[in-house]
């Protein structure tokens, strides 16, 4: 992902968590059609129950997209104080090592969202919300 593709993806992001959907829109308009970034974008503002759009966009990426549709789902999650999934679709972008060493920007909000909500739940004394699976 290079730097405007980042910085792109990054000010969509940033518009959607904050609700301000029209904005957010309007960045997307820029990612061009079929790329990960427009498909991240129709996910995130489909009205669409959360259960039926995730195998839908997860249908729609390319095996090297895995990672960064994980994030993304993620990052749905985590709008929706659903903190216990956030952190499993955070943990499962985490797992695809090799594809991080190369998409530092990706890496580094990953580990950042992984911590804040490991932090959050600590100080709100429910350190249960971000627990591993364990089997």
């Not at 839908?56 to 990672?67: A, I, K, M, N, Y």
């Not at 104080?81 to 499993?88: L, M, T």
Request: proline fraction near 3%.
């Amino acid at each position: 992902m290079d730097l405007a593709q980042q910085m792109s993806i990054g000010r969509f992001l940033q518009q959607w968590h904050e609700n301000r959907y029209e904005t957010a829109r309007t960045v997307a308009f820029f990612f061009g059609r079929g790329g990960k970034e427009a498909r991240a974008a129709v996910f995130l503002l489909s009205q669409k129950p959360l259960e039926e759009k995730i195998p839908e966009f997860r249908q729609g990426l390319l095996p090297s997209d895995v990672c960064f549709g994980e994030y993304v789902i993620a990052e749905h999650y985590y709008k929706d104080k659903n903190w216990q999934e956030a952190a499993r679709a955070y943990r499962r972008c985490l797992s695809h090592e090799a594809y991080l060493k190369e998409n530092e920007w990706l890496s580094t909000r990953v580990k950042s969202r992984l911590y804040e909500l490991l932090n959050e739940n600590l100080v709100s004394g429910d350190s249960s919300a971000v627990e591993e699976d364990k089997p």
